[in-house]
């Protein structure tokens, strides 16, 4: 299994980021995906998950409402539209799929 962010990088409050996560390794539509975050010094806080087709998608809420999680089964990856970007998202951004695989990860800074 493999798991490859990308799409980080620094943007001003209020801005965009569209993260990407290329999976491989196993049948991209056989599991439901998920993006997790970890901020400086803080715990794992999981962010968003979609069904297997994308049909059904869950949020914290601290990011409803400005997050849209999303998946193109046939490119075998995984979304994250981040608009309205505050600076209590900064985090390392990371794709997961259950039990327990994780990507490198991509990091998020918002400068205020």
């Known amino acids: 299994v493999q798991l490859v962010e990308s799409g980080g990088g620094l943007v001003q409050a209020r801005g965009s980021l569209r993260l990407s996560c290329a999976a491989s390794?196993?049948?991209?539509?056989?599991?439901?995906m998920s993006w997790v975050r970890q901020a400086p010094g803080k715990g794992l806080e999981w962010v968003s998950t979609l069904t297997l087709r994308g049909e059904t998608t869950w949020y914290a809420d601290s990011v409803k409402g400005r997050f849209t999680i999303s998946r193109d089964n046939a490119k075998n990856t995984l979304y994250l539209q981040m608009n309205s970007l505050k600076s209590e998202d900064t985090a390392g951004y990371y794709c997961?799929?259950?039990?327990?695989?994780w990507g490198q990860g991509t990091m998020v800074t918002v400068s205020s």
């Open positions: 997961f799929k259950a039990p327990g695989e």
């Open positions: 390794g196993f049948t991209f539509d056989d599991y439901a």
